[in-house]
């Protein structure tokens, strides 16, 4: 019965452990996603500084644009490192939560290995008993005889 109870919540810490894997492929997946916007974000910065850097001479309203793009795109940035930061913080827990499920399945593992070998131990020392009974069941008959 023990055996089968270690067997049940190997399976559960196993597919626990799965699911962490997948969270951990899905945030990778996600953090790459992310990682690529802010360059991007980074790469429309260096485009728009590379105009104020080229031009010398602008007219009020086109000043006005690139500053206000500038912030916005500066703005973006910082929202785009927040995410970056909060996905690759999550990804740690994540990897810890794997860690963790991983562990403990292994306990679960050798907890059912050692109960296993102490009933197959339990039962060669039944066996043996019978035999040695019938051993001695055996030789009583035989001195009767």
Do not use: P
């Amino acid at each position: 019965m023990q055996i089968r109870l270690l067997d049940l919540l190997c399976r559960i810490k196993r597919l626990q452990e799965e699911r962490e894997i997948l969270r951990k492929k899905q945030a990778l997946e996600l953090l790459k996603t992310l990682k690529k916007e802010y360059e991007e974000l980074i790469e429309e910065r260096k485009k728009v500084s590379q105009v104020f850097t080229k031009s010398r001479f602008f007219k009020a309203e086109e000043l006005q644009d690139l500053i206000r793009l500038r912030d916005s795109i500066l703005e973006w940035e910082k929202i785009a490192e927040k995410k970056l930061k909060d996905g690759y913080e999550e990804l740690a827990k994540i990897e810890e939560e794997l860690l963790e499920r991983h562990k403990e399945r292994r306990l679960f593992e050798r907890l059912k290995e050692k109960e296993m070998w102490k009933q197959s131990e339990e039962e060669l020392k039944r066996l043996y008993r019978e035999l040695d009974e019938l051993a001695l069941l055996i030789q009583g008959q035989e001195s009767r005889r």
